[in-house]
């Protein structure tokens, strides 16, 4: 049973800095991408960024240059420290794991809340 547990969300204030956790558990399997993604109120989940199992990394647009995704794999953990917050960055964060092989399946957390004030 994959499992995947988020923790770091919260209240801040515009400028401000976050991090975000998402602790694995269960046969995550060795060719894997990582990823956060984020839900806006009112909005559909978008990407937010995502690390590959050999490290690569991809970011939206909107996060570039802000936030960064980086991994542990001996924790199995990946994180999403997230600087110069603005108000539109508010939401609900989830983790999410595909495991790419024999056949993509994908899991997600249950969400951390982020709220940044203005």
């Known amino acids: 049973q994959v499992q995947l547990v988020e923790s770091g969300g919260g209240l801040v204030q515009a400028g401000g800095s976050l991090r975000l956790s998402c602790a694995l558990s269960?046969?995550?399997?060795?060719?894997?991408?990582l990823g956060w993604h984020r839900q806006p109120p009112g909005k559909q989940r978008e990407l937010v960024a995502t690390?590959?199992?050999?490290?690569?990394?991809n970011y939206a647009d909107s996060v570039k240059g802000r936030f960064t995704i980086s991994r542990d794999n001996a924790k199995n953990t990946v994180f999403l420290q997230m600087n110069s917050l603005k108000p539109e960055d508010t939401g609900v964060y989830y983790c999410?794991?595909?495991?790419?092989?024999?056949?993509?399946?994908?899991?997600w957390g249950q969400g951390t809340q982020v709220t940044v004030s203005s």
């Open positions: 269960g046969r995550i399997g060795s060719l894997n991408v």
């Open positions: 690390i590959a199992s050999g490290g690569s990394t």
């Open positions: 999410n794991l595909a495991i790419m092989w024999p056949s993509r399946k994908d899991y």
